[in-house]
């Protein structure tokens, strides 16, 4: 409450008399299917009682002038075109606005400009996408209170969406691991973009590599995804970097709870329209620990990131783009000498991890000749290595280590494919994938129940996945679309192919009013550490060579209600058979199946027999941000349940079976000349509690650690979840810079939500652990441009 006074005296103080400043907005134009420049465009901009116009030059480009600070709207429109529309866009001093837009070429004039005013305004960047999707730019992220400007916790607003847990950004989709999450930056697959991420197979940590000020517009997708997305099970996250300011020299500097940051942005000449854009991180945890003042365990979680995007384009042979992102964090705790202080078996235990992730690309993107197609080749190189070494100490302090883990891969990747558009309402794009898998896994373990150490994995070599794709979108009007394609699989890991078809269909039934529908199977290679482990540690045999993908069958049904300007209610019901899932193949592992694994090595005999099933019914009631508000309210309704072994269906650990997110947000202008902008922001999450195996008390006692009692996996849920984030921040705009002091707060209320039932040694009982408490990030960001 302190926190929110002091910051709330802080922002009356600085408000006052301002000054009218201007800038300069610009941007591109090109046809959508084509990736051509479109001549001749119509421009408006509108802000206040003022409305300006341009058209587009040769090269697609146009740019205004003396656009004052403040929130502005755009339409571009052009004969055969769609009419495109951008509202409350945020103009400031010290960053200049630059557009790129794409636009689509209509089937026919009838009706167009009521049916096209009342678009989806969360509409995919993909075209080809007809179900299930959500498109959110990098101001809305700043905007939702609690997502830290992570993408991550950005979707955890959606509906269909909720957290694994407090401590990380995992997220789980219609009751869906975690593990099924595919993450894409620039058309590409690219490792977990996630610091202090856990173990083998997680999706997701504890801080975000991807920064807010790198990021476009993304698109998530929550279930039956288009044919080219693969090797993705649950859910899909496309990233895209923007381009730097090709004319201005753009700089940002940031200090906050999450790390000190700088972004540099500009031309490499004033004669060549190629730029660079770098954004560089480092921990404050770490500052503050150089200075003495110590967050967290003995060893202090540190960690920075770097992510860059290089734009060159030719006047001939495309454009290309070098882009890349990498991270490096650590975390730990040590023991204390004074043995009195030991309680339980973890005062004696020490540990430290670290994680080390890379990814360089480039991408080329070449218009053809015949003004009806173009083709992309994207080729990235990525770099991880995950370890972590935990010891024991006796009363002598002697050191036994019991586990040491190392986990490298290197992957070269290459997507190419060629998109055209037949004609105004046929659009092809066929394309093709390659992955090249080099790995170095190691993992040794001491047995406290056999009084043995065992070598799970030892193993380096190397495997392909190859990948491939065809989508046809048919407009058979502009209020029908049908989006259909075809996506195969071959692994060399289990030699198996995998055809799978997909299909979408939009239909417009007024100008307010959509249906849509989806289908489609899917699939997905685990960690390669579960197929080359040793399942039988002394003779060091493996049987999980020969494991299926775990597969899944996708069913969406869609309506859209757009019943007045900027307002909409959503509805999706889904259903979802995933087969082939790998379980335990031996009774001691009777229950376990793959689908309640957020993130861990396996090294046990496992099956692909498992099956699941996941369906509901979500609801989005939502305005979108307009007249200086907006608002969103969700609603998730489902049943997820799983079969393994016993051939017993069961609850999954993320059957909460409902989860509500209310959220909003206001903006204030201040000052006399009103350039200055105070926002507001809040967000209350209520959901189920988590299903959880119970711990065996008597087996435990024997062990002196907990011991869960399998034979009633997930028959156990917690209590209900809450949770109220909080967001407040200030913009400032002054003549040549602006600044932004902000204060974003995850559980506000502080409460501690049950997490999972745990064994105390101590006191021989269970108890509940629980989640954090309150997550205060502080952060104040500068803005200042040189030409």
């Not at 202090?300 to 992102?325: E, I, R, V």
């Not at 082939?580 to 689908?595: C, D, E, K, R």
């Not at 699941?612 to 998730?636: A, C, D």
């Not at 299903?691 to 024997?702: E, F, G, H, K, M």
Request: charged residues 20%; glycine residues 8%.
């Amino acid at each position: 409450m302190r926190i929110l006074i002091s910051t709330g005296l802080l922002f009356a103080y600085i408000l006052g008399c301002g000054q009218q400043f201007v800038t300069t907005i610009k941007g591109t134009i090109k046809d959508k299917d084509t990736q051509h420049a479109l001549w001749g465009a119509n421009v408006l901009v509108k802000y206040a009682a003022t409305t300006k116009g341009t058209s587009s030059a040769e090269n697609g480009t146009f740019a205004f002038d003396s656009i004052p600070m403040g929130r502005i709207s755009l339409q571009f429109s052009l004969v055969g075109y769609r009419d495109v529309f951008l509202n409350d866009v945020l103009v400031s001093s010290g960053k200049q606005l630059n557009l790129n837009i794409e636009m689509q070429e209509k089937v026919n004039e009838i009706n167009e400009v009521e049916v096209t005013a009342q678009r989806d305004k969360s509409k995919a960047n993909n075209d080809f996408a007809s179900t299930s999707v959500r498109s959110f730019s990098a101001d809305e992220m700043t905007r939702y209170a609690g997502t830290l400007n992570d993408p991550a916790r950005m979707a955890q607003s959606f509906a269909g969406v909720m957290t694994a847990n407090d401590e990380n950004n995992q997220i789980v989709v219609r009751g869906n691991s975690p593990r099924g999450l595919l993450w894409r930056l620039e058309g590409i697959e690219i490792p977990n973009p996630n610091h202090f991420a856990g173990n083998e197979g997680a999706t997701g940590g504890g801080v975000s590599m991807l920064s807010a000020n790198m990021l476009t517009n993304t698109d998530f997708y929550s279930g039956a995804f288009p044919a080219e997305y693969g090797n993705a099970l649950s859910s899909v996250f496309d990233l895209n970097f923007r381009k730097g300011n090709n004319e201005r020299h753009e700089f940002a500097l940031q200090v906050g709870i999450l790390g000190a940051e700088a972004a540099i942005e500009g031309p490499f000449s004033k004669k060549y329209r190629g730029s660079y854009l770098i954004n560089y991180r480092y921990s404050t945890l770490d500052l503050f620990a150089l200075t003495g003042f110590k967050i967290g365990g003995d060893i202090t979680p540190k960690y920075q990131d770097a992510n860059f995007n290089f734009y060159f384009p030719t006047k001939k042979a495309g454009s290309f783009t070098l882009f890349g992102l990498g991270g490096l964090s650590s975390l730990g705790e040590t023991v204390p000498r004074d043995t009195s202080k030991w309680k339980t078996f973890d005062d004696k235990t020490a540990f430290v991890q670290k994680q080390l992730v890379g990814v360089v690309g480039i991408t080329h993107l070449l218009p053809l000749q015949n003004n009806k197609s173009y083709v992309k080749t994207i080729v990235s190189y990525s770099y991880t290595n995950n370890s972590s070494l935990t010891d024991t100490f006796s009363y002598d302090y002697d050191k036994y280590n019991i586990e040491t883990s190392r986990f490298r891969y290197q992957t070269l990747r290459a997507h190419i494919f060629v998109n055209s558009k037949l004609n105004t309402k046929n659009t092809i794009r066929c394309g093709a994938l390659w992955s090249n898998y080099r790995y170095n896994l190691y993992n040794r373990e001491y047995s406290f129940v056999e009084k043995l150490n065992f070598t799970r994995v030892d193993n380096t070599g190397q495997t392909n996945l190859a990948q491939a794709y065809i989508m046809w979108k048919h407009r058979f009007t502009d209020r029908t679309i049908l989006n259909s394609g075809m996506h195969g699989t071959l692994a060399q890991i289990n030699n198996k192919l995998y055809i799978e078809p997909r299909i979408g269909v939009e239909h417009l039934l007024n100008e307010k009013m959509t249906l849509s529908a989806g289908a489609g199977l899917h699939s997905r290679i685990d960690a390669l550490s579960t197929y080359v482990s040793y399942t039988d540690s002394l003779n060091q045999s493996r049987s999980n060579r020969q494991l299926d993908f775990s597969r899944a069958l996708h069913t969406v049904l869609g309506y859209n209600y757009s019943f007045h300007k900027n307002f909409r209610l959503k509805t999706e019901l889904y259903f979802q058979y995933l087969f082939a899932v790998p379980v335990g193949a031996n009774i001691p592992q009777n229950t376990f199946s793959l689908l309640n694994f957020d993130d861990g090595f396996l090294s046990y005999p496992l099956q692909s027999t498992g099956k699941g099933i996941n369906y509901g019914i979500e609801i989005t009631l939502e305005k979108f941000f307009s007249q200086q508000y907006f608002f969103m309210f969700t609603t998730s309704l489902f049943d997820s349940r799983y079969k393994a072994r016993e051939n017993k269906w069961r609850n999954t650990a993320y059957n909460v079976n409902y989860v509500f997110n209310l959220l909003g947000g206001k903006e204030f202008t201040v000052g006399k000349r009103k350039n200055n902008i105070i926002g507001i922001n809040t967000k209350i999450i209520w959901r189920g509690g988590q299903r959880y195996t119970p711990v065996d008390l008597p087996a435990s006692i024997a062990a002196g650690q907990t011991v869960l009692n399998h034979t009633e996996s997930y028959t156990k849920k917690l209590s209900d979840y809450y949770r109220v984030d909080f967001g407040l921040n200030f913009r400032r705009n002054k003549k040549k810079y602006s600044w932004v002091l902000s204060f974003d707060a995850q559980n506000i209320i502080n409460r501690e939500n049950p997490a999972r039932e745990i064994y105390n040694p101590e006191t021989q009982k269970t108890e509940i652990k629980r989640t954090l408490g309150i997550v205060p990030v502080a952060s104040w960001k500068v803005y200042f441009s040189i030409k």
